[in-house]
């Protein structure tokens, strides 16, 4: 091999040892910068995992749902970290979902029966019934005659006559003794009653006190969160879903009557019943206050037993309407949950107790609960914080 031929081939061994080491030095150089990319990618993603929100999940009743949809978009602007859902599926599925474990937390107008009480002591220990928000019930009606007029006056005692289908005219004599101002405007047209299809605490609240003011109507019927409804055996009685069914049946439905929450009533005629004190009373958030002012209850006892329905319907207040009930919140005792969520339902309990119940937070239709609830509920708050 001549020389000219070994001076090129130690050319194309020395440039392909520069390639070599050239390649080598760049891997090495990009390296670094490949793991610190990694390594912020990681880091990305850990904080994203950490901006997660904790979810709080609730369901129940239908009645708080207008008020808890305001109270969560008030919250959740200030509290970004934390994610509230609730599904308004009545006080009985509520029910059931708290047993069932399936919710953080657990709403309806009644409190837990003494069975359900002692089966979720059972499961989570101690169990709170933490009585949030106040509301009353009122008799709606659609009579189109009366469209515009003063509103129908009634007695607990016509009213029940009613329902168990003793009076079954709008130009009954006794309802027009009850309204002789309206007495040439009331149809002979047949009462058709429009009630809750769904397990409902709306449904409890009401025939509790139809049972309180009619022993006919407790031995008949009797109260709960579903009855069997005497008009509906007479054919004049229908079922709907939640207070908005009802409320949207009687406004669709001429000459029915119905019973929703206080929220619901617009639209409709709405009955002025009389309290114990003898005076014919509108439902409004400010005559509820007055009928549970004396509300006080320890959140751990078995709320059902101390009957405070009937406390509340025989007040003698005479601004106060007698149909009016504090509604339900249900708690697992703190072990029952990861502290994320503990620390979350901390702030949402002084948030339901303080900011909460300020004027400007209370939703159309509904009541703030009594200062000393509200106490008791910041006491709660304070030990899921903890």
């Excluded at 609730?86 to 657990?106: C, H, N």
């Excluded at 469209?147 to 009213?159: F, G, M, R, S």
Aim: aromatic letters at 10%.
């Amino acid at each position: 091999m001549s020389q000219r031929q070994n001076y090129k081939k130690i050319i194309v061994i020395a440039i392909a040892i520069v390639v070599v080491l050239a390649g080598l030095f760049i891997f090495s150089a990009n390296k670094p910068a490949q793991q610190q990319a990694s390594q912020q990618q990681q880091s990305q993603q850990s904080s994203q995992q950490v901006s997660q929100p904790v979810l709080l999940r609730g369901s129940g009743a239908t009645f708080p749902e207008a008020q808890l949809r305001k109270w969560i978009q008030v919250f959740t602007s200030t509290n970004t970290d934390i994610k509230i859902e609730y599904s308004a599926v009545g006080s009985g599925q509520g029910v059931s979902d708290f047993l069932s474990g399936l919710t953080t937390f657990g709403c309806s107008d009644v409190p837990l029966t003494t069975e359900q009480l002692n089966q979720a002591k059972n499961k989570y220990g101690t169990v709170y019934q933490v009585p949030y928000l106040l509301g009353g019930i009122a008799v709606v009606y659609n009579v189109p005659e009366l469209k515009d007029k003063q509103p129908l006056k009634l007695t607990p005692e016509v009213l029940v006559d009613i329902l168990l289908g003793k009076i079954n005219y709008w130009d009954d004599p006794k309802i027009k003794e009850l309204n002789p101002e309206l007495a040439n405007l009331l149809p002979h047209k047949e009462i058709y009653f429009i009630h809750r299809s769904d397990g409902s605490g709306t449904t409890a609240v009401f025939t509790s006190y139809l049972s309180f003011v009619s022993s006919e109507w407790k031995t008949k019927v009797g109260s709960g969160k579903t009855v069997q409804w005497p008009l509906d055996s007479m054919g004049r009685g229908q079922g709907a879903q939640g207070n908005t069914g009802v409320a949207s049946m009687v406004q669709q439905t001429p000459y029915s009557m119905g019973y929703v929450e206080l929220a619901y009533m617009k639209g409709m005629g709405v009955v002025a019943l009389r309290n114990n004190a003898g005076k014919f009373v509108l439902p409004s958030p400010e005559r509820v206050s007055l009928a549970v002012k004396s509300l006080d209850v320890d959140f751990t006892s078995d709320i059902h037993s101390l009957d405070l329905l009937s406390k509340i319907f025989e007040t003698t207040d005479p601004d106060a309407y007698p149909i009016s009930s504090p509604t339900y919140m249900f708690f697992k005792s703190p072990d029952n949950y990861d502290i994320n969520t503990r620390k979350a339902l901390a702030r949402w309990l002084q948030f339901i107790a303080t900011d909460g119940q300020k004027p400007e937070n209370i939703a159309e239709g509904y009541a703030p609960i009594p200062q000393s609830i509200s106490q008791k509920i910041l006491q709660l708050s304070q030990l899921f914080g903890k």
